[in-house]
């Protein structure tokens, strides 16, 4: 069964653009999740969809967004970029919406300059 | 709120020596925890989780991990590593009706030869 997968791997902005990023989980796995992992913040929890919705959201500013579709696959969107914003985002897939482990993907890596 | 801390943010071993990171949880709930490891450039790896029944758990890779609720602890054992087991560890929960996972800042281990 292939795992998550996350396009593009990598991934160079320039401040003030916007970038989306894609998801597709584990086939079977309807919930996904985005985090974004920086050396100084660690690991940080953006959002989680299921079915289309989103079930939970982190203390990110309203510039990130995210939607799921029907196959469930999901994408996720930051506008006006800020250097901030340079990170590894991480999608992790599960079952179904606060079921078990979460697997993830191998992540984007996003540059803003 | 639910909150990790992994006490050592690097532990240094030569190889075939054992090993224990550790992580300590708050949480007000019934708490799901979860290892996960990250090599270099890549996204995270479930080693080992904790859901329910025996407090030892054993994951891939030869580690195992111990739930210990007075304690609020879960540390993470190996017996004996190898140059390959050199990568970030994570410990995370979950629980509760928000099923968001909650990260520790992870353990950088390094195994010399």
């Known amino acids: 069964k292939a795992g998550v997968t996350q396009t593009p791997r990598y991934l160079i902005k320039t401040r003030g653009q916007q970038v989306t990023l894609s998801c597709s989980p584990i086939?079977?796995?309807?919930?996904v999740s985005w985090y974004q992992q920086t050396p100084g913040q660690g690991l940080q929890f953006l959002f989680e969809y299921f079915s289309e919705t989103q079930r939970n959201k982190g203390n990110f500013p309203g510039r990130f967004s995210g939607r799921q579709f029907s196959n469930s696959r999901s994408e996720m969107n930051v506008s006006t970029l800020e250097l901030g914003d340079s990170a590894l985002y991480l999608c992790?897939?599960?079952?179904?919406f606060g079921v078990g482990e979460q697997y993830f993907g191998p992540g984007t890596r996003l540059t803003v300059t | 709120a639910q909150s990790v801390t992994q006490l050592d943010s690097q532990v240094p071993v030569f190889e075939e020596a054992p090993v224990e990171l550790r992580c300590n949880y708050s949480s007000s709930v019934s708490v799901y925890l979860f290892w996960y490891v990250q090599y270099p450039n890549q996204g995270l790896q479930l080693l080992l989780k904790?859901?329910?029944?025996?407090?030892l758990v054993k994951g891939i890779n030869g580690f195992e991990a111990e739930f210990n609720k007075s304690q609020t602890s879960f540390h993470l054992r190996k017996p004996s590593v190898h140059i390959s087991d050199t990568a970030e560890y994570f410990c995370a929960v979950t629980g509760g009706s928000n099923y968001k996972l909650t990260f520790g800042k992870g353990t950088l281990l390094t195994v010399n030869p």
């Open positions: 992790a897939s599960s079952l179904a």
């Open positions: 086939s079977g796995h309807r919930s």
């Open positions: 904790y859901l329910s029944g025996s407090t």
